[in-house]
């Protein structure tokens, strides 16, 4: 029973009649909840069953003044769904301390009370039955759950690697203008690669002003993008490494006319390994020489723009050898950061025979796609440090490589 610290304050009167409601059986007039609470967003993200409430209500009202809504407390909260599932909140009080309700007004009053569970130990087969009730509530949450996500799970061809990439535009920084937006595609190799019909390799991302954070102006976009794409291997040249997709992306910039100026062009390989990646990628925007070209920038547009952003790297359209850029100018400006988490799917090529006499699969082609910068990176800097060393041997006198008291003739 509810207590009260202070004898000689009035007395607690229980309003112990069950209001019942049922929540699952009748049909809402309100089709859209404009302000969802916290426990209506928990309750329609379960499955949705009928329920039965049971309030315990205490009036704390003064003497006189009984009957008054703004009085009434909720003590507990009793539920009772289809399944015989009883839930009691909040809970028993057991070893913790009592609950406690303070009131406002002239007089401010504390009033402490326990839950206690006075009801007797259920029997053993009252417990059975209780079990079998929960074994079968969740094998049909199971059952519920199967029907959504299935049982058989796409595989991919005989031969082929299937690629997944879930990325973010995340921020853009170091720009000249504010009112940044990122337009970026994903450009396939032409040999080897493919994409589903319905699939896009594109986006654009909304238009986000910049905050000063240190030196540096940044724009934070949080930009999802997805898409995949698969890769069949063809070569079976054993040194041949398989081209990868290209991230392409153009920063421009919004003025107060609504005129879009070009900050920057980027191109990055995509991550030949799975797993969560986080690239920079730096841009840089031709340049016009002279004041003129820049005034015309800054006040009524026209710079200069690329016409085909795989120029950026090497253009699908090129067809030499050598690709020459003598006579652009250009100028570096900030860089743009994306964040990808890549998957791959793979038979591991074992289906037949003749597969299984590759001397190297196009799981051992990636991994040398993805160590040979890295092995690259590592000889460049020991050729670097053996350079540095000869240089300084060189450098010093002639009498200190010679040994101590010696005669040089």
Not at 2 to 18: F, V, Y
Not at 154 to 183: C, I, K, M, W
């Amino acid at each position: 029973m509810p207590g009260r610290t202070d004898e000689s304050l009035p007395t607690l009167t229980l309003i112990d009649t069950p209001i019942w409601r049922r929540e699952g059986g009748i049909l809402k007039s309100r089709i859209v909840t404009w302000e969802p609470s916290e426990e209506f967003i928990r309750n329609n993200h379960v499955i949705n069953t009928a329920l039965q409430t049971m309030y315990i209500m205490a009036d704390l009202g003064p003497y006189g003044k009984l009957g008054y809504k703004k009085y009434e407390h909720v003590l507990c909260t009793l539920k009772v769904d289809s399944n015989g599932v009883i839930t009691v909140k909040p809970d028993f009080t057991g070893s913790r301390g009592p609950y406690r309700i303070e009131t406002d007004g002239e007089k401010q009053e504390l009033w402490k009370y326990t839950i206690d569970n006075v009801s007797s130990l259920a029997q053993p087969e009252e417990e059975e039955r209780e079990q079998r009730v929960f074994k079968d509530l969740y094998g049909r949450h199971k059952e519920y759950l199967n029907s959504l996500v299935g049982t058989d799970f796409e595989t991919t061809v005989p031969g082929a690697l299937r690629l997944f990439v879930n990325g973010e535009v995340v921020s853009a920084q170091g720009y000249e203008f504010d009112n940044l937006y990122v337009h970026f595609f994903v450009e396939l190799p032409t040999t080897s690669w493919s994409s589903p019909a319905f699939q896009q390799l594109s986006g654009i991302t909304q238009t986000c002003a910049t905050k000063s954070l240190g030196m540096d102006n940044v724009a934070y976009f949080s930009y999802p993008f997805t898409f995949e794409a698969s890769f069949l291997h063809e070569d079976e040249s054993a040194g041949a490494l398989p081209a990868w997709p290209v991230l392409y992306c153009e920063v421009l910039s919004l003025d107060y006319w609504q005129r879009c100026r070009v900050e920057g062009y980027g191109a990055v390989v995509l991550p030949a390994t799975p797993g969560s990646h986080t690239l920079t990628v730096s841009t840089w925007r031709p340049l016009e020489l002279g004041p003129v070209a820049e005034l015309r920038r800054v006040f009524i547009g026209g710079s200069l723009e690329l016409e085909d952003l795989s120029y950026v790297r090497v253009p699908a359209t090129f067809k030499g050898e050598r690709l020459s850029r003598f006579g652009l100018r250009t100028e570096t400006t900030g860089s743009v950061t994306f964040r990808l988490h890549c998957l791959q799917q793979s038979r591991a090529f074992l289906e037949s025979s003749s597969l299984r006499k590759r001397l190297r699969s196009v799981l051992d082609c990636l991994e040398g796609f993805s160590q040979q910068s890295s092995i690259h990176g590592v000889l460049e800097a020991f050729r670097r440090a053996r350079r540095r060393m000869q240089e300084a041997r060189e450098s010093l006198p002639q009498d200190l490589g010679s040994p101590s008291g010696a005669t040089v003739s």
